[in-house]
Nanobody, 115 residues
Framework: QVQLVESGGGLVQPGGSLRLSCAASGFTFGSYAMSWYRQAPGKERELVAAISSFGINTNYADSVKGRFTISRDNAKNTVYLQMNSLKPTDTHVYYC????????WGQGTQVTVSS
């Protein structure tokens, strides 16, 4: 079964940190570029960060540069998003995405930044 399962979301205070994980199964994880997207209610889904299949290349949305870090462990079929210095504007549902010849989405995990 092809799937991506996100975890690690939750409620955190401004300035805090969270680490999201996305576990992949059912496909050749190491052959896919991986990304994290986020979406707020009534808004379009936006790209947060992406990493190439071997983890050599990464790119980030301007709004998270210097605060978020994407990484992957191909031996564990897992991609991560380390989020530091969180702001209330980072409150979104965060989705994991795999892309090569097809696109695969996870179910999303809620991140809420609030005092």
């Amino acid at each position: 079964q092809v799937q991506l399962v996100e975890s690690g979301g939750g409620l955190v205070q401004p300035g805090g940190s969270l680490r999201l994980s996305c576990a992949a199964s059912g496909f050749t994880f190491g052959s896919y570029a991986m990304s994290w997207y986020r979406q707020a209610p009534g808004k379009e889904r936006e790209l947060v960060a992406a990493i190439s299949s071997f983890g050599i290349n990464t790119n980030y949305a301007d709004s998270v540069k210097g605060r978020f870090t994407i990484s992957r462990d191909n031996a564990k079929n897992t991609v991560y998003l380390q989020m530091n210095s969180l702001k209330p504007t980072d409150t979104h549902v965060y989705y994991c995405n795999a892309q090569r010849t097809r696109e695969i989405w996870g179910q999303g995990t809620q991140v809420t930044v609030s005092s």
